[in-house]
């Protein structure tokens, strides 16, 4: 089945360092989405990307998916702790599925 | 009100134990979802109901019997269970099932131990 590939699993930052996480596909996405998990919390949905080459930005989080709409990337200028959390992207795995890639684990030193 | 409740927040049973989770949304969503997540890896997606009829089962083993009495409402009906089967399950629910409208509202999940 439709599988999203996550890279990297975990990233430990320093505060005020960026950090940035990818999702590929090997096949063509109509949409893609991000979810934020924080340590003991629930998946949190971030945003939803559906047009090639879209870029869009929430406050310090900016995201984008590819020209080809296989690839997506969430970049966080200027991390801070509340950035904790694993981050997730999300895409269609046939009719009615989202399915997840294995997420980026985000730690991070104060 | 853009809440999924789920109760109850833990539960420990036995295996020979019959338990229920319970899911509520008031968002008029039409689409609900039950997810297995372990620990330190993604959601994994169970059950699908669609407009109240079960539309997706992962191939979920039959001690889990999912159930949606309205619109509103999905239960999750254990038995039986396994000590491989604890996690924290979620429930979601999203505007319809299609993927134009599918951003996920997850509950904050049960955290299942199975004794």
């Known amino acids: 089945g439709q599988q999203v590939m996550q890279i990297p699993q975990y990233q430990h930052v320093q505060e005020g360092e960026d950090f940035t996480t990818y999702c590929n596909s090997s096949?063509?996405?109509?949409?893609i989405q991000w979810y934020k998990q924080r340590p003991g919390g629930h998946p949190v949905f971030l945003i939803q990307?559906?047009?090639?080459?879209e870029v869009k930005k929430q406050k310090r989080l900016t995201f984008q998916f590819g020209e080809a709409k296989k690839n997506s990337s969430l970049h966080i200028t200027a991390t801070q702790t509340t950035d904790v959390g694993t981050y997730f992207c999300?895409?269609?795995?046939?009719?009615?599925?989202?399915?997840f890639g294995q997420g980026t684990r985000l730690t991070i030193n104060p | 009100d853009t809440e999924v409740t789920q109760t109850p927040k833990h539960l420990v049973m036995g295996m020979t134990n019959k338990k229920s989770l319970k899911c509520e949304q008031h968002?008029?969503?039409?689409?609900m979802y039950w997810y297995k997540q372990k620990a330190k890896k993604p959601p994994e997606l169970m059950f699908v109901?669609?407009?109240?009829?079960?539309?997706i089962n992962e191939s979920v083993p039959s001690r889990f019997s999912p159930e949606c009495p309205n619109s509103s409402l999905l239960n999750l009906h254990l038995h039986a269970l396994q000590p491989e089967d604890s996690a924290l399950y979620l429930c979601?629910?999203?505007?319809?099932?299609?993927?134009?409208?599918?951003?996920?509202?997850f509950g904050p999940g049960t955290r299942l131990l199975v004794l």
């Open positions: 109901y669609s407009y109240e009829k079960l539309s």
């Open positions: 096949t063509t996405l109509s949409n």
């Open positions: 999300a895409g269609p795995g046939g009719a009615q599925k989202l399915v």
């Open positions: 990307l559906v047009k090639s080459g």
């Open positions: 979601a629910s999203s505007q319809t099932a299609d993927w134009r409208y599918q951003t996920q509202y």
């Open positions: 968002m008029g969503h039409r689409a």
